[in-house]
């Protein structure tokens, strides 16, 4: 786990591919949040159980940059943030195939799939679900494109969803239709959280960081 930056009031990390943001109802492994608790003990006094100081999450099996909050009032602040959609997230992924524009926007309602609980499915009566998507280049080779994703909305499993329905799944993502690939680690899919934008406190923050090597591998670059 890399801290990318930290001050008295939050911490950005780099949540490396296969690890929990938090504990689940059905795992005791080490999460992010076990390591946000050991290095702020006092987030333990006022953070919700088990999600002491976790604002938001990624999914195990994605990487990328988390915000932590390391006092009650900010945990506060962030939550509203996130809700009325004040913090800009960048994403970056590798899919199978190719996107219909070299940009665009998706809006398919999500809701939990009928056939398969831990995943989620477009669905008219499912919550209004929007990913703007920008093309950054395509291999010919692998036919498998890099494409960068913004979360208008963050619903659970939002861009996974989202490129299952456009059939263009996430490299790697079995889980949304995807074949296994051989050049990603397992507990792995090729997304990546890679830019958190907000201003707190009159303050603003940019944070970019790199996915991992992977990647290129598995665009052969």
Known sequence: IKVLYENENFIIFN?????????T?????????DFLVERYPETLNWGEENREGIVH?????????????LQLEVHELFK????????????VAIIE????SES??????????KKNRSKRTVDKAGRDSITKYEVIEYSKKFNTTKVE??????RNHQIRAHMEHMKTPILNDVLYGASQNNFIPQDSIALHSRMLKFTIYNEQHSFIEEPPLFFNQALDV
């Open 80 to 91: 509203e943030k996130f809700k009325n959609r004040d913090i800009q997230k960048k994403y």
């Open 149 to 154: 994703l913004e979360l208008v909305t963050g």
């Open 25 to 33: 109802a059905t795992s005791s492994e080490y999460t992010l949040r």
């Open 15 to 23: 949540k490396p591919n296969g690890l929990l943001t938090h504990p």
């Open 104 to 113: 665009g926007l998706i809006q398919a309602p999500l809701a939990r799939s």
């Open 57 to 69: 999450r990624l999914d195990r099996v994605t990487s990328g940059l988390l915000v932590g909050a």
């Open 97 to 100: 195939g190719s996107l219909p």
